[in-house]
Nanobody, 122 residues
Framework: QVQLVESGGGLVQAGGSLRLSCTAS????????MGWYRQAPGKQRELVVT???????NYADSVKGRFTISRDGAKNTVYLQMNSLKPEDTAVYYC????????????????WGKGTLVTVSS
């Protein structure tokens, strides 16, 4: 069973920074891509950024230049450094793992964490 656990959310003032972490567990041999999505109150979940096992990234335009994703493949962990935070960044941030190879087999599906709340005050 693959599980993702996020951490690092909290309350920060506009212009501040936060670092989110997400670790996948469950006899994992590899993960094709990991990423972060967010869902603000009353809105649909949206892409923040993804990173492949090869290091290719895809950022939402709204976070380019402010957010940076990094990945530790050996630890099955992905990080999201968020700088210059804005009130509109307030949301629950969800970690995603896509395409997971375990000791049992390859799972061509998405796994999600439970989310961590980021609140940016003005």
């Amino acid at each position: 069973q693959v599980q993702l656990v996020e951490s690092g959310g909290g309350l920060v003032q506009a212009g501040g920074s936060l670092r989110l972490s997400c670790t996948a567990s469950g006899s994992i041999f590899g993960i094709n891509a990991m990423g972060w999505y967010r869902q603000a109150p009353g809105k649909q979940r949206e892409l923040v950024v993804t990173i492949t096992s090869g290091g290719s990234t895809n950022y939402a335009d709204s976070v380019k230049g402010r957010f940076t994703i990094s990945r530790d493949g050996a630890k099955n962990t992905v990080y999201l450094q968020m700088n210059s935070l804005k009130p509109e960044d307030t949301a629950v941030y969800y970690c995603d793992a896509k395409g997971v190879l375990t000791e049992a087999r390859y799972y061509d599906m998405d796994y999600w964490g439970k989310g961590t709340l980021v609140t940016v005050s003005s």
